[in-house]
């Protein structure tokens, strides 16, 4: 009886044994204080849903603050707690911080961050990032991608409010446009935040534009459509994620097109609902983003323990499946997709079209 109670004993502390070192340290750094303390706690939120479903998985949170001090202390933290790999980093200054204290420990990190840079400069810096989000660029590129197609056989005319983001939008919209051969009616330079554009709006109405691009903000474009319809002008005015915001004096019309992202919310899977119902949490800002990267932070140190490949061949080979759709890094590890897409308002909100 003795020797069969040692060898049972003995079989499950080998089993307890197996399972701490099969466990899966995660580490998590997010703005847990200071002017972003909400964006980072729907982060950490999101992660900690994810993590419920998941008995191997420990979670270590640390707060960077949102700053570059933060976010070097947060990363020696998560170095010490042998995490092997990070969830977060929600602000250029703490990511770019981090990443030489994370790249020396061999640490990928997955990160919503647009900052191009990160991911631009890998084969100089080395750094491990993978990007679970848009680019700075993404963008202008879905502009140009995006309505070249559709104003193929329109007239169309490009306008920009002459801040350095409009320009680049428009910039890039009319370069790709000569790319296919096509030319606007009118490329033109308009003063924001006026009273009224009838000025421009009847220089595009002289040129025939049917259809025009304002990279500019949504009270212009507003104030545009209004005085297009005072002279009777029919015409589709069209712009950037920045028409995502809201009204002010004047109304956005119905009709007006939007290369924008869509709201995480409405990504959500029924599955990740239901996770974020039962942990009392609300689908909004970084809610779903943090529960995607919990996930995928999860299957890829799954996979790469499991095959015995480093952590980076895992996040660079595998597609994942996810609460807010399926999700596949580029080489560079930027996402294979561009997450932009072409939106119309209906009066109320932007629909996203076919």
């Known amino acids: 009886m003795r020797l069969v109670t040692f060898t049972l004993l003995l079989f499950s502390a080998m089993g307890t044994l197996s399972a701490r070192s099969q466990e899966l340290v995660i580490g998590l750094s997010a703005p847990l204080s200071g002017d972003f303390q909400l964006l980072g706690e729907q982060w950490a939120d999101g992660a900690r849903a994810a993590a419920t479903r998941d008995q191997t998985t420990q979670m270590v949170v640390t707060d960077d603050a949102c700053t570059a001090e933060g976010g070097a202390a947060a990363a020696r933290q998560l170095v010490d707690a042998q995490v092997t790999i990070v969830i977060g980093f929600l602000c250029t200054p703490a990511i770019e911080a981090a990443m030489p204290i994370l790249k020396e420990a061999g640490i990928p990190v997955i990160t919503p961050v647009r900052t191009s840079s990160l991911t631009d400069q890998k084969d100089r810096t080395g750094w491990p990032v993978y990007r679970l989000g848009p680019r700075a660029d993404d963008e202008r590129e879905a502009v140009a991608s995006l309505l070249v197609p559709l104003w193929r056989e329109e007239f169309f005319a490009i306008v920009d409010d002459g801040t350095i983001h409009g320009r680049e939008l428009a910039e890039n919209l009319r370069a790709e446009a000569e790319l296919a051969k096509l030319k606007p009616v009118l490329v033109d330079t308009f003063r924001p935040q006026m009273d009224n554009q009838i000025g421009l709006v009847g220089r595009l ?24 319809g005072n002279l009777d002008y029919s015409v589709t005015f069209a712009g950037g994620e920045a028409l995502r915001s809201a009204d002010g004096p004047v109304p956005l019309p119905e009709g007006v097109l939007m290369v924008g992202l869509p709201e995480w919310r409405d990504l959500a899977t029924p599955e ?29 140190s799954r996979e790469a323990m499991q095959a015995g490949v480093e952590m980076t061949d895992a996040l660079s080979r595998l597609s994942f499946s996810t609460g807010m759709g399926e999700i596949h890094f580029n080489e560079k590890g930027d996402l294979a997709d561009n997450p932009y897409r072409l939106f119309r308002y209906d009066g109320e909100q932007f629909v996203e079209t076919d």
Do not use: C, H, W
């Open 272 to 300: 990740a609902n239901e996770v974020l119902q039962r942990a009392g949490v609300l689908a909004e800002g970084y809610t779903l983003p943090g529960l995607a990267a919990f996930e995928i932070a999860a299957k890829a």
């Open 205 to 228: 109405r002289r040129a025939g534009a049917a259809y025009v691009f304002v990279g500019g903000d949504r009270s212009d474009v507003a104030i545009m459509a209004r005085d297009a």
